[in-house]
Every structure is written in C-alpha cells, then in structure tokens.
C-alpha cells in the first residue's frame, strides 16, 4: 500500500514533515504521494474534526441524518440522483445503503427552522424522492475516530517505570 | 543501638540498592507540567483493547468477585496451554504445569525463592531489567552478570556465558527480547546456550514477556529447543502484547514438580491472582490476537523511525530485534549516559533512562522507549537532535 495512505488511514495529525520523518521519505516525496493520491481521487482533501457544543455560537446549528427512499431513475439507477442531491450545500454526505430506504444523507443547517425548510422544500419534493424520514441528532459521543468526552485515563501513567 | 526505625530493617535489604530508575523517576515527577515528552517509560502507550476491558466490567457486573484456584481459573490455564503451544512449540498440562501470577515479576520471585538456596549462584545477561539482581540477593543467592554487547546486538552469547561461569552455577535467568536493549538470540545462538545449560545442569528461567514483539525473524523459545522443556521455568504474561500493565497478569510453566515448588511459595503470599484480572486475560487469549499484531506492527514502524532517526543524529544505535526499547550510545558525542538523560531532560525537555540503571553494562547507553505516539517520537527525536548539536558546540 502506498505508504502515505497507510498513515493517512491510521488518522494520526502528522503534518507533512512528520509523516516524511515517520515514513523514511522526504517531504518532496511524501508531498508527491498526496498529490498522485490526489490524482487518483483516492485523498479529497482535509477538515478538522470539531466538537462544537463547546462552542456556544457554532453549537447552536442543527445535523440531521435523513432515510430517502427513492425511484430509480431509468439508465442513471439511484447515482444521479444522488450526484443530484449531493450539489446541496445542506448536504455533508450521502451514502447509497442496502435496507429499507436507498440513500442515508447527513444534513447540517444553522438552525432547526432551516434543516426542516430543507427538508420540505428541498428534499421531499424533488424528483424521484418516494419518502424521507429525518433523525435529528442531539448528542455526540464520538466523532470521526474522536471521543468527545475528556477521554480515557491514561494522564496519570508515570513518566519512567522499570 | 541505634535510635531510628531503621534498626528493624532486615540486613540484606537495608543493603539492597536504590533503583537508578527511582532516582531518575524522581527528577522527573519535578518537572511535572512542563512539556516533557516521556521515552522513559516501561509500558505500551496503547489502552487495554476495549474487549478486553469490557470482559473485567462483565466479570464485576455478574459477581466474580472472590478467590480463584491458587493455580489460577482453570478456564485461563487451558487457554494459557494453548496459546503456548500454538506460539510456542512447547506443550503444558493445564492442572499440574502452569501457574497464574501477579505478573511475570510475582512469579519470577516465586521462581527465586522456591529454587534458591542460600548461596547459590544466578547467572543473567546484562545490561537487563531492573529487579533481577535485586531478587538474586533477596534470596541470599549470588548473581553472575554476563555481559551482552552491542557489536552482537545485545544477543547472549554461550562464549560469554562459558567465560562468565564459575563452579556453584545452577540457574540462568533470560530474557529475550531483553529489556532494556531490544537484543534477542536466533535459534542457532539459544542453541549453543541450551547446549551449555546441559552440559552444566543449569535450570533456566525463560522470561519471554516481549517475545510477540519481535521484529526480525520468529521467537524461539529456549523451552521447544530438545531436553530444555524439563531444565527450564517458562515466564510469560499479559502487560506488553496486549497492553494490560496495570492488570498484573503473568504466569510460569515447566515441570509439573517445579510449578508445585512455585506454588507453594504462592498459595500462602498472594492466594491467588485477581479474578477480575483473569478474567480480562481469558478474553484477551480468546479473541485478542489481532489487537497483538496491529499493535506490534506499529512500535516496528515506530522502531525503524527511532532508530534511523537517532543514527542520523549520530546516537549510534543497533536495531532491537524485538521488544519497544532502543538503547543507543552517547559515546559517540562525548557524553556519558547520566549527563545526557539529566541534560537532555532539562534542556530539551525529553526523558530517556540512563543504561546503568540496568546493570553496569549498560555504562555509555540510554534507554529510549518508542511505546508512544508518531507526533510525540517525531518532536522527541527534534529535540534530541538539537540538544546533540548544541553540546557538540
């Protein structure tokens, strides 16, 4: 595997100077692995990973998780239609599911009033939608790899044991 | 007479001496908020694997919570049997040939005071853990330090071994992968050492804690090599493959006379190991080998990142084969080992173990943990580099 992927899959925060020391190539060449890694559409980009109940203003926006049933479309099956969906700004992601529903589409919007407005005015009344059913969430424990709470009791090791 | 309490303290121990790692310790708990990337620590930085833990919290949730077989749960002896056969090659009754300890220190002290009569003389590689000689001399028994260097790579060779006996030799206490050095023996070289334990009637104690942690090549055991099973105490545990330090699980198995001798010792100073503690041991032998191999593939990573990383900076350093430890020299730049782990510790903020805290051999060594994350073991190794540079000015 490339080795580059190889630590960007173990999701350690390692700039790129870190992952060359780490991975015994040099920054030139790591940087050429992201950019093939680009190339091939394999590595998107990078976000943080944030909790924002910690913040009093950014906390305040809304994440629902939406259940779509659709029609496939003929000769596009349900991928336009989800390419359709995901050019939605609301949308975080979408995922094509085996199940019950076809599409599992996570949404973000500032308020409540805002992801319901999405929702009916968006969402249910575009072409081949069948039904939704929206999943608003109220808390979260963990989040891309992350606990959100203040982790596990691991401050307390000593600095020099046998 | 004297006057302090002092005076109730037992001769040899009131003789015994200070951990050079305590010393250490100390010097570091001061410096305590101030940044200190730690490589001087003796444990995995990963969490017991949440199955496992999970298994504990069952146990408690459904009672277990009273006295065991002083062997140990039958359920992890059968276990244990297995997994030694399996890793191993070397095949143990569970009633009568295995024992569960409080670790693998509880049962090397049972080991000691069950085999050692006054007198009797222990040999054991050196630069090596920190409590052997200390056990040695518990016991009234005389350590024989043989030397391992690191032109060998920290193997122990039976040429040293030969060089270091002396009429009144009756055990050789290994560890392999060794702690502090990472050094190993391949099979050809635990061979010529088995051939020498025969022809001197030597009985060993094998204490294989690092042995999923090897690296290069497989482990062997001393224990699978022909007429070894009989003369040698097997010594394995739970704290380093799987993360479960704080558990203090271990446990011995040989003969069935000897693992009887063993526990005797045992019944009337622990009882029995935690249950709670087996319990999470059961679960970590029945479904914990993937969370061995993910965790041992990345300390290999981290190794070959240490080691190249301590070379380059001119800390020559051989590879450690197995085990989380590199020991590199400080020679090479003009230091001994205790100027640099105290100079590098408040100049540059990292602690390493000098390698005299492991025996007199490991004079001109430090020993640097890479049981910690990318992040910290890419700034650690920085700032190694610059405090290098600054004291060759």
Avoid at chain 2, 26 to 54: N, Y
Avoid at chain 2, 188 to 207: G, N, P, T, W, Y
Avoid at chain 2, 363 to 382: I, K, N, W
Wanted: net charge neutral; hydrophobic share 40%; glycine share 8%.
């Amino acid at each position: 595997m490339n080795p580059v992927l190889k630590l960007l899959l173990e999701g350690g925060r390692l700039t790129t100077a870190q992952m060359a020391q780490v991975a015994g190539l040099s920054v030139a060449e790591v940087e050429q692995h992201l950019e093939q890694l680009k190339k091939d559409k394999i590595f998107l980009g990078w976000r943080p990973v944030l909790d924002l109940s910690r913040d009093a203003a950014a906390g305040a926006a809304v994440r629902a998780v939406i259940e779509v049933k659709l029609t496939p479309e003929r000769g596009g099956g349900f991928n336009r239609m989800a390419e359709r969906l995901c050019q939605f700004d609301e949308v975080e992601s979408c995922h094509l599911m085996s199940g019950s529903y076809d599409l599992l589409v996570f949404v973000n919007a500032p308020t409540l009033q805002k992801a319901a407005a999405f929702v009916s005015e968006k969402l249910s009344t575009f072409g081949g939608v069948l039904s939704t059913s929206t999943h608003f969430l109220l808390r979260s424990y963990k989040e891309g790899g992350f606990r959100l709470d203040d982790g596990e009791g691991s401050g307390d090791r000593l600095n020099v044991s046998p | 007479m004297s006057t302090t309490s002092n005076r109730w303290v037992a001769r040899h121990v009131a003789t015994l001496p200070r951990s050079g790692i305590r010393d250490f310790f100390e010097l570091v708990a001061k410096m305590k908020g101030q940044d200190v990337i730690s490589l001087g620590v003796g444990e995995p930085d990963f969490t017991t694997p949440w199955h496992v833990r999970k298994a504990a919290i069952t146990a408690l949730e459904e009672g277990k919570t009273y006295y065991t077989s002083n062997l140990g749960m039958p359920e992890l002896r059968k276990a244990v049997s297995h997994y030694v056969t399996e890793h191993f090659g070397v095949n143990y009754r569970p009633d009568d040939q295995i024992i569960i300890t409080v670790g693998v220190s509880e049962a090397l002290d049972l080991a000691f005071r069950a085999f050692c009569n006054p007198g009797d003389k222990v040999m054991y590689h050196q630069p090596c853990y920190v409590s052997y000689h200390p056990s040695i001399s518990l016991v009234h028994a005389e350590g024989v330090a043989v030397p391992t260097y690191a032109k060998d790579g920290f193997a122990l060779t039976a040429e040293a071994l030969r060089a270091a006996w002396t009429p009144g030799c009756k055990i050789l206490m290994l560890n392999l992968p060794c702690n502090p050095t990472g050094g190993t023996c391949d099979r050809a070289q635990l061979e010529a050492i088995a051939a020498f334990c025969r022809e001197k009637d030597l009985l060993v104690f094998s204490d294989e804690i690092y042995s999923e942690l090897t690296f290069e090549g497989t482990h062997t055991s001393i224990a699978s090599l022909p007429g070894m099973q009989e003369r040698t105490v097997f010594l394995h545990g739970f704290s380093k493959a799987f993360a479960m330090t704080g558990w203090r699980i271990g446990y011995a198995c040989g003969p069935a006379e000897l693992i009887d001798a063993m526990m005797k010792v045992h019944q009337y100073a622990m009882m029995c190991a935690s249950i709670i503690a087996q319990e999470g041991a059961l679960e970590a032998l029945q479904r914990g080998w993937d969370n061995v191999c993910e965790m041992r593939d990345q300390y290999h990573r981290r190794r070959d990142l240490v080691v190249r990383r301590f070379n380059e900076i001119g800390l020559t350093c051989h590879s450690p084969r197995g085990s989380f430890y590199a020991f590199p020299t400080t020679t090479g730049i003009g230091m001994s080992e205790k100027d640099f782990a105290v100079g590098l510790l408040k100049e540059e903020r990292v602690a390493v173990v000098p390698g005299t805290a492991f025996g007199e051999n490991g004079l001109g060594h430090v020993r640097a943990c890479f049981a910690t994350s990318y992040e910290q073991l890419v700034v650690a190794c920085d700032r190694i580099e610059r405090f290098v540079n600054g004291a060759r000015k």
